[in-house]
C-alpha cells in the first residue's frame, strides 16, 4: 500500500508502507434456477468458508439464477431458515437472473443441476468460457464416486429436503475450499478438473424453477 504526504513543501512523495500489493481476486458464480434456494445456500456457506480460512479478500463468491422469475426477492423463508439453524445468515440475499457478460468476469461458475450445465454451456461464447462452468457436485469426491452430482430442487419438499440440500452443499463448498488450496490461485492458474465422463453429453435439462 503506498502512502502519500502532501503536508511538505515541494512534489508529493509516496513511501511504501511496508504491506503486500492486493492479490488478484478469484471469482465463484454459484447457479440454480430462481436463485432463492440452492444458490443462496451455496453462496453463503461458501463465503463463510473461504472467510474461516482466511481467502475472504482473495475470492470473491455471488449467486444468480438461470431465470429472472425472483429477481430482487429475497432467499426462500426456508433457506433462510435453514442457513440460520446452521449458524449461516442468508438474510441480506437478493435474487438475480445471470446474464452473460457475467462470464468474462468470473472465474468458476458451478451450478447444482445438469440443466443448469447444459444452459450456461449453452450460453457461453467458446469453448474456454464454457469450461469455467462445473457442476457443484463435482468438487465432493463422495458424489463423483457414487455418480450423484445433481443438488436436488428443495423448493417442493418440506423442511427435512432443505436441511438435506444444505448437506449436501456444504461438502460440495468444502471441496471448493480444498480445492483453492491454502492459498488461491492467480485465476489463470487455477488446477483443471477431469470433466466426467457423463457430462461430456448433458442429459435433457431438468425441468426445475428454483
Known sequence: MLDLHLNKPGPATVRFNGRMPPAPTYRICVICSGNICRSPMGEVILRSMLLSEGLGDRVVVDSAGTGGWHEGDGADPR????????????THHRAREFRREWFRDRDLIVVADEGHLQDLRDWARDDHTA????????????????GTLEVDDPYFGDAAGFDHCLTVVERACRGI??????APPDPSELRELPVPAELAQPSEPADSRR
Do not use: N
Not at 79 to 90: I, N, S
Open 79 to 90: 433457506t433462510v431458515q435453514t442457513l440460520r439453524d446452521h449458524g449461516y445468515d442468508g
Open 131 to 146: 469450461a469455467k462452468v462445473r457442476l457443484l457436485r463435482e468438487f465432493d469426491p463422495t458424489a463423483v464416486d457414487s
Open 177 to 182: 475450499v480444498e480445492h483453492l488450496g491454502a
